[in-house]
């Protein structure tokens, strides 16, 4: 079976300092990967999609960039954390149009 | 972009009672999906309806994807503690659109 595995959970990060969230999913092969982010209690917004090795797309323009460097794993960093940038992120995998499986989600807070 | 307004955004109700939540949007989808979040963690999905007027029951769950397939709704009988969290509907466009959520909270 499928699972997605997101790390970590809870992360205290100052301001300007570098980001790096972890996702990996196991199960399946060359799955379409999503970052989102997620305002408290309120809907998600796309962050960056991958539908392959090198293969991503921006949705919103910010300080974040993601990477792929293997089939299932996606990576979502930042060189320098803002105020701003303080969420719940998740990761998520899907086969195309299908449902999503999302990660547990990593809470951020930038101090 | 295509919105997907949910209506109510919070609903507080007690035990036993019946409750409807909408997920609203001018835009056509191909398919359209309702998922569940509880506190910290990343929403499950529930249920995905792709036909018009197509009517999926889960247990004390119905929902209701529109003939028109811009709308949807999902009615919950007899609400227990256990449903308490936040819905989440997402229509399928070229990608998925996830609707503003609606918190639900079951008071026992």
């Known amino acids: 079976s499928q699972t997605i595995h997101q790390w970590p959970a809870t992360l205290v990060q100052p301001v300007g300092s570098p980001l790096s969230l972890e996702c990996t999913v196991e199960?399946?092969?060359?799955?379409?990967l999503y970052w989102y982010r997620q305002a408290a209690g309120r809907g998600l917004q796309l962050l960056f999609y991958?539908?392959?090795?090198?293969?991503i797309s921006s949705e919103v323009p910010q300080n974040l960039s993601a990477s792929r460097p293997q089939d299932r794993q996606f990576i979502l960093s930042s060189k320098k954390l803002l105020l701003s940038d303080s969420g719940f992120y998740l990761c998520?995998?899907?086969?195309?149009?299908?449902?999503?499986?999302f990660g547990s989600g990593t809470r951020l807070t930038v101090v | 972009t295509q919105l997907l307004e949910q209506s109510p955004q919070f609903l507080s109700i007690q035990e036993g009672e019946n409750l409807t939540v909408y997920c609203n949007s001018s835009?056509?989808?191909?398919?359209l999906q309702w998922y569940r979040q509880e506190p910290g963690e990343g929403p499950v999905l529930l249920v995905t309806?792709?036909?018009?007027?197509e009517v999926k029951k889960l247990k004390r769950l119905t929902f209701q994807f529109g003939d028109a397939r811009k709308d949807s709704s999902l009615h919950i009988t007899a609400a227990q503690p256990g449903d308490t969290g936040l819905y989440l509907c997402?229509?399928?466009?070229?990608?998925?659109?996830f609707g503003t959520g609606t918190s639900l909270t079951v008071i026992p």
């Open positions: 998520a995998w899907s086969e195309y149009l299908g449902g999503y499986t």
């Open positions: 199960g399946t092969s060359n799955p379409n």
């Open positions: 991958s539908i392959g090795i090198d293969q």
């Open positions: 835009s056509v989808f191909s398919s």
């Open positions: 309806v792709v036909t018009g007027g």
């Open positions: 997402a229509g399928a466009g070229n990608q998925f659109y």
